[in-house]
């Protein structure tokens, strides 16, 4: 009888035993039949780095056995696995290109996806995954967002929506009543982080919330499963800071993996992207109360309550340090959104009025410049982006308010004080006054109010929020401060000592914002209350002043009394190309310059920084620079970018 040929299917998995495509196919292996073969690729040392020239070494050799293969083998089909993004897609590129030219069939599979892509579907994808699709007969992903957004890129090939599974031979001995005996006798929580020791799976920020909890709880440990390329830094992270309670366990597996799973209470896993992870299934099965995010193959798995709330992801600018991530509920956004239209209508403007808006960043996505637009249309706005606003295209602007006018402006104080200036200056009767300016996001300054209003009248009205809580205060008619939108927000004002004050630290908390509740929130800002009722009758309460960030005052031997701005202004027009920086007075005689730049400072920026500081703190003052890799925010989750150590 002759011998039927069966034709074979051939995958490709990774080369290091570590993580979940490689478990994912350790444990389907017993389930596969002889004609589904595997092929080992990449790197067998993860996640510890090695030469380049050793990486083209090995990965040309695995391109030339995989050439092998194909050739010598009767393969119909060739699935590759990739992590949709960074260097995987080039490598992986190339594997399916060969697979190609020796006319195999392909399937490419995404294991996960970079969050550029998987959070953002509007999002282009480069030119390799372009290519690499055009390549693929099919492909496989792990979540419906993910096939919605290949969809979107035009792929009209089949998409297969896959899960994964994970090895179960362990837990023969584990049952229900395990469980409940387990959550019956608790002395001392475990909460279990499993999985690559890398910044997208969050481990950083769950350091950072353990420490917090660490304060409310004392009965807690974190356990910390696996290894990664940010492993060193981590662990540096958490001798910085001294956390207590953090036990790492390194790669584990089988039974180990088996045992730290049974005695642990709660699984935490808040990553940026996945696709679906074999751990959150493990801990399941283990049954464990799982805290994750809303991401890849997960969203699909969790069944979402019916009073859901729908929020979107923001950020703070960064102004003190690292920006907050914050969420924030719909409901929060309409009702701010409500009283900017309520302030608006107490200066006179009405919808439908003529608005001209210099605001916001650079906006490069072509769906938003285009929503934009038509926003813009209907709303009768005109838009000006304020960071290209600068005393070279001032005038452009300036040009345009004598042809057109506006009912209504609205800015940032430093661009309008501008604009007032650029009028001032060319000593040409200004017809074209609108009904009203308001301002915010900056601090006003009493000498920007004073050009603007020389130019433009008593129409100056002021706005006070932040990123996380806008809509907080607004002036009115009277021009006598701001007054506290009450209807969303709770303020307080704090001293040094914590006691209610006058004058001091501001303390919001907002009551509407159920996605992420700010509850007592230091943003940074310090204000202070006016000590008399506003004459316009209202009776909330009333901000005389807005002083802005909170720095930490810097004395210098000569007694002089130096503000945080005097620093930011400096390291700004010295040219020193820094990403994050902090002034920090160790002593009377000494400030640590501490910044992160992906370069050195250059010896002419640093002599600049130096003599300027010596020439206001004193000639004897040191001045030290040190090169960071992190640095460290307050307990309020910024930075506090001007500190001194003396008080």
């Known amino acids: 009888m002759k011998d039927v040929r069966i034709s074979e299917i051939l995958i490709l998995i990774p080369r290091t035993p570590d993580g979940g495509c490689a478990n994912y196919y350790t444990s389907l292996r017993n389930y ?12 067998n040392n993860w996640p510890y780095s090695v030469s380049i020239m050793s990486e083209i070494i090995r990965l040309s050799s695995d391109y030339i056995n995989y050439m092998k293969v194909l050739r010598k083998r009767d393969i119909a089909l060739v699935q590759v696995n990739t992590f949709l993004g960074g260097y995987g897609v080039l490598r992986d590129l190339l594997f399916l290109l060969l697979a190609k030219l020796f006319h195999k069939k392909t399937i490419w599979f995404f294991r996960g996806w970079d969050p550029k892509y998987s959070n953002n579907e509007m999002k282009s994808p480069n030119v390799l995954i372009k290519i690499g699709l055009l390549l693929a007969d099919s492909c496989i992903t792990l979540s419906q967002k993910e096939k919605n957004i290949l969809h979107c890129w035009g792929f009209v090939k089949p998409i297969f929506l896959e899960t994964t599974t994970y090895n179960t031979l362990n837990l023969s001995s584990w049952s229900e009543n395990s469980i409940i005996m387990k959550y019956n006798n608790i002395n001392c929580y475990n909460i279990l982080f499993m999985g690559r020791i890398d910044r997208s799976k969050g481990i950083f920020e769950l350091i950072y919330s353990f420490k917090l909890l660490l304060k409310e709880y004392n009965n807690i440990n974190l356990i910390i499963a696996g290894r990664g390329q940010d492993e060193e830094e981590m662990r540096l992270l958490i001798e910085n800071e001294k956390i207590n309670n953090i036990v790492i366990t390194g790669f584990v597996q089988g039974e180990e993996k088996s045992k730290l799973l049974k005695k642990s209470h709660i699984f935490v896993l808040p990553s940026y992207s996945e696709g679906m992870p074999n751990s959150v299934l493990e801990a399941f099965a283990y049954g464990l109360p799982i805290v994750t995010t809303k991401v890849g193959g997960l969203i699909d798995i969790f069944k979402e309550p019916e009073n ?26 309409v009702i701010e959104m409500a009283l900017v239209l309520q302030f608006e209508k107490n200066m006179g403007i009405e919808i439908g009025d003529s608005k001209l808006l210099i605001w916001g960043g650079i906006e490069m996505n072509p769906y938003k ?73 900056e601090t006003l300054m009493k000498s920007d109010r004073d050009i603007i209003e020389k130019v433009f009248g008593k ?189």
Not at 411 to 426: D, G, K, Q
Not at 545 to 552: A, L, M, N, S, T
Not at 576 to 595: E, F, G, M, P, T
Not at 624 to 642: C, S
């Open 32 to 43: 596969y039949n002889k004609n589904i073969i595997y092929f080992a690729r990449g790197k």
């Open 308 to 333: 859901e709330v729908n929020y979107t992801i923001g950020s703070t600018s960064g102004s003190t340090g690292e920006p907050l991530i914050y969420r924030k509920s719909n409901n929060s956004k």
């Open 369 to 441: 410049k285009t929503k934009r637009y038509i926003k813009n249309y209907i709303y009768n706005y005109d838009y000006y982006i304020n960071y290209n606003i600068n005393n070279d295209n001032i005038s452009k602007l300036v040009d345009k308010l004598y042809k057109k006018h506006y009912a209504y402006y609205r800015s940032y104080p430093s661009t309008m004080a501008l604009v007032a200036n650029e009028i001032t200056n060319r000593k040409e009767e200004f017809h074209n006054r609108p009904n009203a300016i308001s301002v915010s996001v």
């Open 459 to 647: 129409t100056l009205y002021d706005q006070y929020g932040c990123g996380e809580v806008n809509s907080v205060a607004f002036e009115c008619s009277e021009h006598q401060g701001l007054h506290h939108a009450f209807e969303h927000s709770i303020i307080e004002v704090l001293d040094d000592n914590n006691n209610d004050s006058k004058s001091g630290r501001l303390i919001i908390t907002n009551l509407d914002n159920y996605a992420m509740p700010l509850i007592r929130y230091e943003n940074g800002d310090i204000i202070t209350l006016a000590e008399q009722k506003c004459p316009c009758g209202r009776e909330s309460i009333l901000i005389s002043e807005i002083q802005g960030r909170i720095f930490d005052k810097i004395v210098g031997i000569n007694g002089k009394i130096v503000h945080g701005g005097f620093f930011d202004d400096l390291i700004l027009k010295s040219s020193a190309r820094i990403n994050k920086w902090q002034i920090v007075q160790s002593d009377i005689d000494c400030l640590r310059l501490y910044y992160i730049s992906s370069n050195d400072i250059s010896m002419d920026s640093k002599n600049y920084i130096e003599n300027h500081i010596k020439k206001q703190l004193g000639l004897n003052t040191k001045v030290i620079f040190e090169k960071k890799d992190y640095l460290m925010p307050e307990v309020n989750g910024k930075y506090k970018f001007v500190k001194s150590l003396l008080y």
